[in-house]
């Protein structure tokens, strides 16, 4: 049986836990170059997934130079039509630990190979983004975190900075006008690309740090690395619970 379903995992989720089930390693060649990382074939909770390490296995590639474009199609090649997507991220208006379904994004990011439809192999082709991510999972998602008694939050923008930079106090003021409410590095082209190519595509984000600015002082890397390092289990939870109502 092919998976249809896929965990894309973001800082601080390099790998699923032992519960995570290893079948086999797979390492498909692709149009557009290499993956980040060997897509891992395996069980989590009695269904068959597939997980990607979005920054490599031992988190060595920067946002801005992950290949979005070779990850989603080695995912679509693979038989998967639904995506679960892990971002951590900053807050504007959820604080550390927070678990975040977005519903909305804005890109900030620049230079990156963002689409499929490039005028050569695919052609031109446009796509209707108007909600960017798929209502049927976000609402399998939201339904298996209130079975599971896990707080989520439903209703945000994810703004998507180009990184690896933290941002500045005023950039965060800025985007907080925009209606910005959570910040992350790696939510945009991925979003995109998997509505290219028909995936269902949603985000599980976990708030580690407080924005610059928002809380009056600067941001404390210790801090996030202890947030990742306890609230990663909470979206693991989440996205068990979640996988028992995915087709």
Not at 46 to 51: A, D, E, Y
Request: glycine fraction near 10%.
């Amino acid at each position: 049986m092919r998976p249809s379903c896929a965990v894309i995992g973001g800082s601080g989720l390099d790998a699923l836990d032992k519960s995570f089930k290893v079948e086999t390693l797979v390492n498909p060649s692709t149009p557009y170059g290499d993956v980040s990382a060997d897509l891992v074939i395996g069980e989590l909770n009695g269904c068959k997934i597939v997980f990607l390490a979005r920054h490599g296995t031992s988190h060595q590639i920067p946002p801005h130079k992950i290949n979005y474009r070779a990850n989603l199609w080695a995912l679509r090649e693979t038989g998967v039509n639904q995506i679960i997507a892990v971002n951590a991220v900053g807050g504007i208006n959820h604080g550390p630990h927070s678990l975040v379904l977005p519903d909305q994004i804005i890109d900030y990011t620049s230079d990156r190979s963002h689409t499929y439809f490039d005028g050569e192999s695919r052609g031109v082709g446009h796509i209707d983004f108007t909600f960017p991510y798929s209502q049927s999972l976000r609402d399998k998602i939201r339904l298996a975190g209130k079975a599971a008694n896990i707080e989520l939050n439903t209703v945000a923008t994810y703004g998507c900075t180009n990184g690896p930079r933290l941002e500045t106090g005023a950039e965060i003021q800025k985007m907080q006008r925009d209606g910005c409410n959570i910040i992350g590095m790696t939510g945009m082209p991925e979003a995109a690309l998997a509505r290219e190519l028909e995936m269902e595509y949603a985000s599980v984000a976990l708030v580690v740090n407080w924005c610059a600015g928002v809380k009056g002082s600067t941001v404390d890397l210790d801090e996030i690395r202890q947030v990742l390092k306890q609230g990663m289990k909470s979206a693991i939870d989440l996205i068990s619970v979640t996988l028992k109502q995915v087709d």
